[in-house]
């Protein structure tokens, strides 16, 4: 079951200056490599880079940055580095190679070197740890649907320990510091080390948080900003953890209007049946869980990561599913590794998510959202509200970059109308506040990944058309659905 759980919730003269940075320190190079085994693909080249732990105390101590690259074999077309992110906030060394298999277009590759980064805490950079048991980090990033008041309290008490391991580690010291504001200041930092005056960059899911942030503390050393299925305002704070359940209920629509056309899996001959059937089958298992060991809650995550590509493959692969659950038979094989470091994964991720923004701290807060919400969004509302380590966390070094609208006209956010994870309403939000400073492109389909990732080559063809020649639309835009296709990547992004 492990398997299945990981598959679902299982990255300097014209250096601007940050509140408390010196632009004096001069800016490192960085000296390229044979690449990790695991990191190791065609033309990808890896280095390092050592950037302050505080950028206030600049001379102070420092972490070690890990990235990667596919450099541009044209140099007559190339216009400089498309740093990356995938989200998460997850490691990213394999990002460029990710990209180039989902497509990246050859005028975008000639254009950038594509510049993939581990985070600050994550895989192959300066690592944090919790000291997650196997369990914990099996647990993931995503909260269980909480059945019952007493399942919040059963939650809190859980994740309240993990923030105790999180703060007595021997990683503590990076807790205040660990920070998207950080991570897009060192972002900067792998700008003057590459010697380049300006940096684009591509993010999606949490790494549309950190385009934001990026573009707002360098908006005169950031070029082209695309960000993809968008964060709210906030980052991942509260406010967008609930917002799964939101997620949920505008994606399902997709997936019951296809089941309901395809009477071989049996899961009901309209949507509203399959909708239904969705109830059954968590209610039944929230009695008697799968031999396998599938409760309710873990039903409804695995729905909810089903629901991440609407491609033909990933549908039919959570029909199985729901097929199997249904009626009492083996579920299907599930051959998807466990991500390498994976204590490195869930730790980093919430030394960032936790210390970007300050989250209630009474678990009654948690469990009224939960009643809300349970009633609000039924399907995934109970697991969206429910309550995270950052409950716990002590306060971040500093206060949260408010997202600006001052700056130049550089960001292109990308934006399905259905996405499970971050639904166009935390999109609207980060618009709202990017102002004249971004045009939103929307997609009408569904999924969690618009660019390369999603099924619309209107909306391919935008981005590529601004990363590759600068021609961002002046005004927000549409493109209208196309038909899915059978087979396409999925993007794996938190």
Same mark, same amino acid.
């Given at each position: 079951?492990?398997?299945?759980?990981?598959?679902?919730?299982?990255?300097?003269?014209?250096?601007?200056?940050?509140?408390? $940075?010196?632009?004096?320190?001069?800016?490192?190079?960085?000296?390229?490599? !044979?690449?990790?085994?695991?990191?190791?693909?065609?033309?990808?080249?890896?280095?390092?880079?050592?950037?302050?732990?505080?950028?206030?105390?600049?001379?102070?101590?420092?972490?070690?940055?890990?990235?990667?690259?596919?450099?541009?074999?044209? &140099?007559?077309?190339?216009?400089?580095?498309?740093?990356?992110?995938?989200?998460?906030?997850?490691?990213?060394?394999?990002?460029?190679?990710?990209?180039?298999?989902?497509?990246?277009?050859?005028? $975008?590759?000639?254009?950038?070197?594509?510049?993939?980064?581990? &985070?600050?805490?994550?895989?192959?950079?300066?690592?944090?740890?919790?000291?997650?048991?196997?369990?914990?980090?099996?647990?993931?990033?995503? &909260?269980?649907?909480?059945?019952?008041?007493?399942?919040?309290?059963?939650?809190?008490?859980?994740?309240?320990?993990?923030?105790?391991?999180?703060?007595?580690?021997?990683?503590?010291?990076?807790?205040?510091?660990?920070?998207?504001?950080?991570?897009? /200041?060192?972002?900067?930092?792998?700008?003057?080390?590459?010697?380049? /005056?300006?940096?684009?960059?591509?993010?999606?899911?949490?790494?549309? @948080?950190?385009?934001?942030?990026?573009?707002?503390?360098?908006?005169?050393?950031?070029?082209?900003?695309?960000?993809?299925?968008?964060?709210?305002?906030?980052?991942?704070?509260?406010?967008?953890?609930?917002?799964?359940?939101?997620?949920?209920?505008?994606?399902?629509?997709?997936?019951?209007?296809?089941?309901?056309?395809?009477?071989?899996?049996?899961?009901?001959?309209?949507? !509203?049946? $399959?909708?239904?059937?969705?109830?059954?089958?968590?209610?039944?298992?929230?009695?008697?869980?799968?031999?396998?060991?599938?409760?309710?809650?873990?039903?409804?995550?695995?729905?909810?990561?089903?629901?991440?590509?609407?491609?033909?493959?990933?549908?039919?692969?959570?029909? !199985?599913?729901?097929?199997?659950?249904?009626?009492?038979?083996?579920?299907?094989?599930?051959?998807?590794?466990?991500?390498?470091?994976?204590?490195?994964?869930?730790?980093?991720?919430?030394?960032?998510?936790?210390?970007?923004?300050?989250?209630?701290?009474?678990?009654?807060?948690?469990?009224?959202?939960?009643?809300?919400?349970?009633?609000?969004?039924?399907?995934?509302?109970?697991?969206?509200?429910?309550? @995270?380590?950052?409950?716990?966390?002590?306060?971040?070094?500093?206060?949260? $970059?408010?997202?600006?609208? /001052?700056?130049?006209?550089?960001?292109?956010?990308?934006?399905?109308?259905?996405?499970?994870?971050?639904?166009?309403?935390?999109?609207?939000?980060?618009?709202?506040?990017?102002?004249?400073?971004?045009?939103?492109?929307?997609?009408?389909?569904?999924?969690?990944?618009? @660019?390369?990732?999603?099924?619309?080559?209107?909306?391919?063809?935008?981005?590529?058309?601004?990363?590759?020649?600068?021609?961002?639309?002046?005004?927000?835009?549409?493109?209208?659905? !196309?038909?899915?296709?059978?087979?396409?990547?999925?993007?794996?992004?938190?």
């Amino acid at each position: 079951m492990r398997r299945y759980v990981t598959a679902v919730l299982a990255a300097a003269a014209t250096m601007a200056v940050a509140p408390g $940075v010196s632009a004096a320190t001069p800016a490192p190079t960085v000296t390229w490599a !044979e690449c990790p085994a695991d990191v190791a693909a065609p033309d990808v080249e890896c280095g390092t880079l050592r950037v302050p732990l505080d950028y206030r105390d600049p001379g102070g101590r420092t972490i070690e940055l890990a990235i990667s690259r596919i450099a541009s074999k044209n &140099p007559e077309k190339r216009r400089g580095v498309l740093l990356t992110n995938p989200g998460g906030p997850s490691e990213g060394l394999t990002f460029p190679a990710t990209l180039r298999l989902a497509g990246l277009p050859q005028e $975008v590759r000639d254009s950038y070197d594509v510049i993939g980064i581990d &985070p600050r805490g994550l895989g192959r950079s300066t690592p944090a740890t919790c000291d997650l048991t196997l369990e914990q980090q099996y647990a993931g990033s995503v &909260p269980p649907y909480a059945v019952t008041p007493q399942d919040v309290l059963t939650r809190a008490e859980a994740v309240k320990k993990i923030a105790q391991q999180c703060t007595t580690s021997s990683t503590a010291y990076l807790l205040p510091h660990n920070t998207t504001a950080n991570i897009a /200041r060192d972002l900067d930092r792998i700008r003057a080390a590459l010697g380049e /005056r300006r940096a684009s960059f591509l993010g999606y899911s949490y790494g549309s @948080y950190l385009g934001a942030v990026y573009a707002t503390l360098f908006p005169r050393t950031s070029d082209r900003v695309v960000i993809d299925s968008n964060l709210g305002a906030g980052g991942w704070d509260v406010e967008a953890g609930r917002l799964y359940g939101r997620g949920v209920e505008d994606t399902f629509p997709d997936f019951a209007k296809w089941a309901a056309a395809r009477p071989e899996f049996g899961l009901g001959g309209t949507p !509203e049946a $399959v909708r239904a059937k969705y109830f059954d089958i968590a209610g039944r298992l929230d009695g008697t869980p799968s031999p396998e060991g599938v409760t309710g809650p873990l039903f409804r995550a695995l729905t909810f990561g089903g629901l991440y590509s609407t491609t033909d493959r990933s549908f039919t692969a959570l029909a !199985e599913v729901w097929r199997s659950l249904d009626t009492g038979a083996p579920l299907p094989p599930n051959d998807t590794p466990a991500p390498p470091r994976l204590d490195s994964l869930i730790s980093g991720r919430n030394y960032v998510v936790c210390g970007d923004s300050r989250w209630p701290t009474s678990v009654a807060t948690y469990q009224h959202n939960v009643a809300v919400d349970r009633v609000r969004h039924p399907m995934f509302g109970a697991a969206a509200a429910n309550v @995270y380590p950052c409950a716990f966390w002590p306060d971040a070094a500093e206060k949260p $970059v408010r997202i600006s609208d /001052r700056g130049p006209r550089n960001v292109l956010m990308a934006q399905n109308d259905r996405d499970p994870a971050t639904p166009l309403a935390g999109a609207l939000s980060t618009r709202r506040a990017l102002g004249d400073r971004a045009a939103l492109l929307t997609v009408d389909q569904g999924g969690h990944g618009t @660019y390369l990732f999603g099924t619309n080559a209107c909306a391919d063809d935008r981005v590529t058309e601004y990363l590759v020649g600068g021609q961002r639309p002046a005004h927000d835009v549409r493109c209208a659905a !196309e038909a899915p296709r059978s087979e396409g990547p999925t993007l794996s992004i938190g």
